[in-house]
Nanobody, 123 residues
Framework: QVQLVESGGGLVQAGGSLRLSCAAS????????MGWYRQTLGNQRELVAD???????NYVDSVKGRFTISRDNAKNTVYLQMNSLKPEDTAVYYC?????????????????WGKGTLVTVSS
């Protein structure tokens, strides 16, 4: 069993910064990709950023140059540094980690999700 816990969300003024963290715990052998998604009312959940086990990153166009995703494998943690925040960044942010459990017979992990952390950017 694997659990993901996000932290770092909150209320910030436009132009400010927040740093989201997501730590995984449980029967973890390794973690492949890690990512952050976000969702607002009436919209589909969208990928914000992800990072592979090799360190390759990918960002949705709207956050390029402002957000940075990183990971600390020793802590089973993925981070999202969010700078120059805009009101349109307001959403519930969900952490996703592709986890290979200790009993898995595959290199492909299963997707695990956090419960989400709310980011509100005021104008």
């Amino acid at each position: 069993q694997v659990q993901l816990v996000e932290s770092g969300g909150g209320l910030v003024q436009a132009g400010g910064s927040l740093r989201l963290s997501c730590a995984a715990s449980g029967s973890i052998f390794s973690i492949n990709a890690m990512g952050w998604y976000r969702q607002t009312l009436g919209n589909q959940r969208e990928l914000v950023a992800d990072i592979t086990s090799g360190g390759s990153t990918n960002y949705v166009d709207s956050v390029k140059g402002r957000f940075t995703i990183s990971r600390d494998n020793a802590k089973n943690t993925v981070y999202l540094q969010m700078n120059s925040l805009k009101p349109e960044d307001t959403a519930v942010y969900y952490c996703n980690q592709e986890v290979v459990t200790t009993t898995s017979h595959s290199r492909y992990g299963m997707d695990y999700w956090g419960k989400g952390t709310l980011v509100t950017v005021s104008s």
